[in-house]
């Protein structure tokens, strides 16, 4: 049974952790960077460290962890070594179970959550590119290139003992088919498959939402599917797409709402009007078991799912 299964047996919704890169800019980071999260690896891992258990402290049931924009690649254009680049992304994994150990260690009432696990980032080779192509999904590759991309990343977070992959920010089918058929080199590991979205149908490469959750329906190691980094107002018809065409659990965990600009790497628009615990407790009524948020959203804000997640029966 996978990790996502043996939770949902025992409760209604997993609740999923918020941003990370944004919270590091909050306790003063500068991520403006290629590596953007991944750079705090090396300056400030401790800090990583805080923000995961902020987030569990807060009600999630699960640390992403701070191996999104991390390459083998990325780290030797650094300077680093491929071992050292190794080292940084497994240390992601490490941090984010030293976190949750010591938190669950120190959690009196066991029975009312499920002790959290650990996901294993896996961005799309357009946070590589660091030119915001993960929301566009226009890199010209093949399968086989992109299997051979991640394939040094996925071994080290796997060896590094994640209890599964959280495959984020996908923007292309291509891009999940590659990861899939990667994954079936690491049979006992499961992942939950997320894309960015353009509107309330399409995934970021223009493909219908309902397709790509067809075609994934049938993968044996994806436990969960859905969308991240996408408007909330997306959200609804988004979960109705998936929903067709799927029997697995649906993930959602949008943005605030704001626009990401990747040439000046900033923020731009109205937050969203709705708070995230309202919009989440809405999400889960249309279908969505694991909910959370991505860029721009807080431990404030996952405290508010917490508070009427865990009295939903």
Not at 142 to 150: G, M, N, Q, S
């Amino acid at each position: 049974m996978n990790p996502i299964e043996r939770i949902l047996k025992d409760f209604p919704v997993i609740i999923l952790d918020g941003a990370l890169s944004t919270e590091l800019e909050r306790h003063g980071c500068n991520i403006d960077d290629p590596l953007w999260s991944a750079k705090i690896l090396m300056e400030n891992p401790g800090l990583i460290g805080k923000v995961h258990t902020d987030y569990f402290e807060a009600g999630a049931d699960c640390a992403i962890t701070s191996s999104y924009q991390a390459s083998i690649d990325g780290f030797v254009k650094q300077g680093l070594s491929e071992a050292q680049a190794t080292d940084l992304i497994q240390n992601s994994v490490r941090i984010a179970v030293r976190a949750r150990d010591a938190f669950w260690d120190t959690w009196q009432d066991k029975s009312a959550r499920p002790r959290p696990l650990v996901a294993a980032s896996v961005g799309p080779y357009g946070a590589y590119l660091a030119d915001g192509s993960e929301y566009r999904g226009d890199y010209r590759l093949t399968e086989r290139e992109l299997i051979e991309f991640h394939r040094p990343r996925v071994k080290a977070l796997v060896e590094a003992g994640a209890d599964l992959l959280a495959c984020e920010t996908i923007p292309s089918l291509l891009e999940a088919k590659a990861i899939v058929a990667l994954l079936q080199e690491f049979p006992k590991m499961c992942a939950w498959m997320s894309f960015s979205a353009k509107d309330g149908e399409r995934i970021s490469s223009g493909e219908r939402m309902d397709e790509c959750a067809e075609w994934l329906d049938k993968q044996r190691q994806i436990a969960a599917l859905g969308v991240n980094c996408t408007p909330p107002k997306y959200i609804p018809s988004l979960i109705h797409e998936i929903g067709k065409k799927t029997q697995k659990p649906i993930l959602v965990y949008p943005n605030s709402g704001e626009q990401y600009a990747a040439g000046t790497r900033t923020w731009h628009g109205a937050v969203s009007e709705e708070s995230l615990g309202c919009s989440a407790k809405a999400w889960y009524g249309q279908g969505a078991r694991l909910i959370g948020g991505c860029c721009r959203t807080t431990p404030d804000d996952i405290r508010s799912i917490f508070s009427w997640a865990r009295n939903t029966g």
